[in-house]
């Protein structure tokens, strides 16, 4: 049964429940029997070894995991409180409330600056032709890279430095103005200082997104994350499953499982 | 022994004698390169020096001034005018190749879209396949499919735009009838099935490179799988779907046999409309050089076929160069 949504007032940000989630790439899950609730205005980290299905489990949340061929799903992922996977949920309308950052940086490469951070919203003809760039200034001015950019709008987006264009793409996601952001490893390719920088933004978003991030850095979940759901696999060749989960300190103070433990102690992974 | 002095010399002989330890397989491959590059030399040294006498007696350009070609006019003493015109051939390669290019480019590339990104994973390898056999089918084949398939399926096509856009002020020209079946018209949709598969070839691997990351990103902030194509495939691959049409260009204008069979052959004057029949600068060559008995007959042909070959190595190396390019644009 799904988790009753608490009583929400129509500016929330969504809330996402995974309720008995098995997501499989040609019938081998990767990752099984998932239940989490990830909570609005919270940044909830996915931890855990390289292959622990943290990555196939976020791209449930957005049903992109369908996209991939041979790959299938069980279970629900409820978007307040509907289920993406239902037979009458629109995938187009899901992907574009429940937004996504990826592991590497993806600019659009033949479109400039603006034109990427506005591509989303010339989808579906949501917005007609035009330099739009009040618009374009408001998402970048929310990843915080406006006054590094606003000259060189029209410059091609592959032509920020790696930092920059991941907060390129933060941009490019948030422009569409969804409710939910996933973030797969978003620094796992940046230096140090565009990692903080990403991280603050992280944490200034969450006051308006609900936001979903993997990542193997556990000092990154520990600096970002209100809450953190640890997933490993039993053995070699099984699939993934949650472990535990809980609010970010007591995960990495008092784990209650013995795999939590020897994860975040340095043991395995 | 005393030790080789230090020069650059010495140092290359030595740096050649640790890379080619087989020497054997060295030359062999040398030669075969080479014998390439001879063959080419010696295709088009052999077209001038036969076209020599003909080129010498009318004057070089005079070929390119006049869309007449009636070799029972010729003698061997008159100069002017010059019988020989073949401005009606590049004409007819012009106009059968673009027909080719607009109707088979924008075809290959939905059925690239459809096998790299669209067609059940299953369905991929075969229909690709089967898009591929249509390269092996002979030439002459093609001409008698045009010949007794073709003609009388587009002639109901033909005579409706005679009969409707032949009068249009402006294009009128273009489309006049009577339309009888051999045609411009034709060999451009003959031409359009034999170049597709390669144009579908190159753009299949255009758009295979693009990365799974990008059309993800796409798919991500709510494309539709067309709006994704649009925005993360189509954009990147512009320049190798370029490519592939020069290419698809290159072997659009060097077709022979059934173009020939299918154009009507018409070397007297040129025909504007595409209804209309005419013939390419390859389709006049295969369809006299074997009667060819007028004064210089043959060597105005020899002078078609090195125009012929100019334009296609023109148009080959353009290709080439613009797919190359792509590749390290996209690596
Ligand atoms: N596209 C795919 N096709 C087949 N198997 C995949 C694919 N992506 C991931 N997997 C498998 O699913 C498992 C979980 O992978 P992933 O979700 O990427 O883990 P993580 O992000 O935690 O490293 C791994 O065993 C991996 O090999
Ligand atoms: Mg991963």
Redesign the pocket.
């Known amino acids: 049964m799904p988790t009753p949504a608490p009583p929400s007032d129509t500016a929330a940000p969504a809330r996402l429940d995974v309720v008995n989630l098995t997501a499989s ?2 019938g ?1 899950p ?2 099984a029997d998932v239940d989490l609730a990830i909570e609005p205005r919270q940044v909830t980290a996915l931890i ?10 976020l791209r449930c949340l957005n049903g992109l995991h369908l996209t ?1 061929p ?2 299938s799903v069980t279970g629900s992922v409820l978007l307040d409180d509907a289920d993406i996977y239902a037979k009458d949920s629109n995938p187009v309308e899901i992907r574009q409330r429940v937004g996504m950052v990826f592991q590497r940086p993806t600019p659009f490469p033949t479109m400039s600056v603006r034109d990427n951070v506005l591509a989303g919203l010339h989808l579906g003809r949501r917005l007609g032709r035009g330099p739009h760039d009040d618009l374009a200034e408001q998402a970048l001015t929310k990843a915080g890279l406006w006054p590094e950019v606003k000259d060189r709008l029209k410059a091609p987006g592959g032509s920020l430095s790696g930092g920059q264009q991941q907060r390129l793409c933060i941009a490019r996601a948030l422009a569409v103005d969804p409710e939910i952001l996933l973030m797969d490893e978003p620094c796992s390719h940046l230096d140090p200082i565009s990692t903080l920088t990403i991280e603050d933004l992280i944490r200034e978003i969450k006051e308006t997104y609900t936001v979903v991030i ?1 990542t193997h850095n556990m000092q990154q979940a520990a600096r970002v994350a209100d809450t953190t759901a640890f ?1 490993t696999m039993p053995a070699v060749g099984e699939p ?1 499953r949650l472990v535990e989960v809980g609010p970010t300190e007591r995960i990495f103070s008092t784990p209650r499982q013995q795999t939590t433990e020897d994860y975040i102690s340095g043991k395995i992974g | 022994m005393t030790p080789l002095a230090d020069t650059p010399a010495t140092r290359r002989r030595v740096r050649a004698r640790w890379r080619d330890t087989d020497t054997v397989f060295r030359y062999a491959v040398r030669a075969a390169a080479a014998l390439v590059v001879v063959v080419l030399v010696a295709t088009a040294v052999f077209l001038v020096a036969q076209a020599w006498p003909a080129l010498r007696h009318y004057g070089i350009l005079s070929f390119l001034s006049s869309d007449r070609w009636a070799p029972s006019e010729a003698t061997t003493t008159a100069r002017h005018p010059n019988p020989y015109g073949i401005v009606q051939f590049v004409y007819g390669t012009a106009v059968t190749s673009l027909i080719a290019m607009v109707l088979a480019v924008p075809v290959a590339v939905a059925v690239s879209l459809y096998l790299t990104e669209v067609a059940p994973g299953w369905l991929r390898k075969p229909l690709s396949g089967l898009v591929d056999l249509l390269a092996a089918i002979p030439s002459v084949v093609y001409g008698f499919w045009g010949i007794f398939a073709l003609i009388p399926a587009v002639r109901p096509a033909g005579v409706w735009l005679s009969r409707t856009l032949g009068s249009a002020p402006g294009i009128g020209p273009v489309f006049a009838g009577p339309f009888f079946g051999v045609s411009y018209l034709v060999a451009g949709l003959v031409l359009a099935i034999m170049i597709l598969p390669i144009i579908t070839a190159i753009c299949r691997e255009v758009f295979a490179t693009v990365p799974t990351a990008d059309k993800e990103s796409a798919l991500a902030l709510g494309a539709t799988r067309w709006e994704m194509l649009r925005m993360a495939v189509l954009p990147r691959s512009r320049s190798g779907i370029t490519g592939a049409a020069v290419l698809g260009l290159g072997r659009a204008v060097g077709e022979t046999i059934a173009v020939t069979m299918v154009i009507g052959n018409s070397v007297l004057s040129i025909t504007k409309s595409i209804l209309g029949p005419g013939a390419t600068m390859s389709s006049v060559i295969a369809n006299e050089f074997t009667e060819s008995t007028e004064p210089f007959h043959l060597q105005s042909l020899m002078v078609v076929g090195a125009w012929l070959l100019v334009i296609a190595l023109i148009v080959n190396t353009v290709g080439k160069l613009i797919v190359r390019r792509t590749g390290e644009d996209i690596a």
Do not use: D, E, F, Q
């Open positions: 790439y040609h081998r990767a990752v855990g070894p390289s292959g622990s299905g943290k990555s196939t489990l991939v041979g790959a993997v997933l993934g």
